[in-house]
Each structure stands twice: as structure tokens, then as C-alpha cells.
């Protein structure tokens, strides 16, 4: 049975880290890269469908491409980040469950059903997102999760075939502890739980 | 700068973690509730609008409610669980943002725009599962997410004033490892990554 990680690493991961908008220069490494996929590939989905994408933008050709859609007060933060990744989603995930799920007929349960494809693509591909922001943490590397963005447009530059589509994009690198903002509050436990 | 966590900490979280179907009788305490909301809450949502809510279900009377309307291959494992958390979010999350982000006024950008607060409230509610699911692990616990249930049946149940929608539902407790399926196989870095 497992027990809690130490103090200092629930710090690294949750209690500690912050959303960062600044970077130093140290670069995101190919090893790193595959690093992160390798952790966070591991954690669930629903039916092991693994309906994530992830494309890392660090080049500055492609860096220009994504500015294009990127909303005017996430310019500079894309701009500035040695790694930006696209978190996306395959549309027609269901046609790898056989590869996936191979003991069980996953697939036709989607098969025609656009709006539970659609449901079940965006919902899991987000927990993967969030699996590799504490998989970029657990790493020592920081990350800076962003909504503001064109999706259509972002969609027809990048994934112009269209299977692919964006859920979010998320900065990674090692952030400039300096230029953090003051944090903002949570929630009591009281608003947003409840124990029946 | 902050390192990688140690290798069997990784395994912890990531590499070595399973979704688990059967439990140890271990309880889940009031403390150990309280200390994976006073984790998973730190971690990034868009404009820190922490829509996700958390109903942890351990009574023997709510599970009976609970069970109504999870699909029959999730029945036992629900019932077996010491603690089914339903993730929910909720959908009017933007009237509490002069709260949550006082510096700005970033609630006017939702009001009257249900398709953006619905979307806003179901990727950002996702991302704070798959954080509840990795500070699970990060305290030593298991997690057993999943989707099959109706949506609609549990939110009249648990949730008739609308406010409160459910997402996905994940048992949590101490698993019990000899009664694990096989693992699946995840996708290659080819498949799944880019790096442009």
C-alpha cells in the first residue's frame, strides 16, 4: 500500500507551484518531451481511449503560426515560453479502441454517436492536459495552462485535415519565480464540497 | 528551480498507478477528504474559476441514491467503494469570480454567453478530476474513475436546483492490487505527439 509523498513534493506538485507567465531562457529538451508524454500517458481515460494530442511548439516558425490565433494577453507569454503545447484531441479516437482495448469491443458503442464522441474526446483529453501539468511539475519544470485563443483558427492552421481539434494550450519551461503575480484565493471546503 | 521527483515517486503518481475496481475495506476519513481538497484546489483553472464541485459519497443511504444511476458494469464497483466522489461543477461558476480573481473584473466576459460558461465550466471541472485523481495518488489512495452513468438522473437526484452539474464520478480508497485487470497499452509518442 502506498503512503503520501513527502511534504516538499506535494508542494512541487499542488500546494507550492503557481501558473507562470514569465520564463527563463533554459530550453525544453527533446528528452524532456518525451519524458512528459512517458508519465503522462500512464493515467486514466475513460475505456483507455487516450483521446489526447499534444503538439510541442518551440520552433519559431511554428511559434509565429500559432500567434496568429492566440488572444492578444496570452501574445507575449506564448511569445516568451521555450515550449508551448497544444493540447488537442482526435475526433475519430474510437477507431484506435481496438488497439487500445483490445480484449473488449469498445469501439461501436461511439460508432454514429457524434455528440458522445465529442463529449467523451473533449472531456478526456482535458484530464490528460491536467495529467501533464503535474507530470511538467513532478518534472521541475513549471507550466502556464491558457484558454484565450481562437479554436477555428488555431484548428485550420495547424490540424487542417480536421481530425485533430484544440482543447486548450498550456506554456512549459522553467518559469521566472520573479514575475509572479500575488495569488489568487480558492474556495472553502465548505463551497465546493460536500460529504454525504 | 525546482527537480524531478524521485523514480518510485513518479511510479507513484504516474508510471506504476492503476485504475483500481475492488477495495480494501480502509476507510476513507473526514480528514483525508479534506486533505485532497486542500490539494487539488491550488491547481490551475482558466481565470481561477475553480468550477468544479465535489460530492463524496460514502454512506450506505447516498450510495443507494448514487447507484439508481450508474450504468450496470459500475454498479458493484461503486457499491464496494468506501468513497464515490461525483466531480461536478457549478454551472453559474462565473458569479463567484469577483471573489476568486478580485484584481480584475472577469465575470462580465461570461455573463450571457451560456455556451462559454458551459464549455469554461466542463473542461475546467475535468481538469480539477484528473487533480483530484493525482492528489488521490499523491496520499497514498487509488482512484477508479468513471463516465459510465446518467448524467441526467443523478443531477435530478443529487442536484434538483440545477445549479450543480455532474461531470464524471471516481471511486477512491486503497485498492485492492491482486484483483487488477491487465494492463492496457497506451499509445506510441509518434501517435499521440508532435514537436514542431
Redesign the interface.
Known sequence: ?????PAP??D????Q?R?HNAW?PKPVT?DT??AL????????T?A?S?P????????A??KARLLNSVAPGNVDKVKEAPCCVIVAYDSEFHD?LP?????RDMRSGFVGKPELIAE?A???S??????M???A???????G???GFDHAALDAEFFPDGRWKS??LCNIG?GDADKLF?R????A?ED?????
Open positions: 500500500m502506498s503512503t503520501a509523498l513534493h506535494l512541487q506538485l499542488f500546494v507551484a501558473t527563463t527533446d518531451i518525451r508524454y512517458d508519465l503522462l500517458k500512464w493515467a486514466p475513460a483507455n487516450n489526447g494530442r499534444f503538439v510541442f511548439v518551440r520552433s516558425e511554428a484506435l488497439e487500445l482495448f483490445p480484449s467523451t473533449k472531456r478526456n482535458a484530464l490528460q492536459g491536467a495529467y501539468i503535474l507530470a511539475r513532478a518534472l521541475g519544470l513549471d507550466a495552462p491558457m484558454s482543447n486548450f522553467y500575488p489568487n484565493p480558492r474556495l471546503f465546493a464540497c460536500r460529504v454525504l
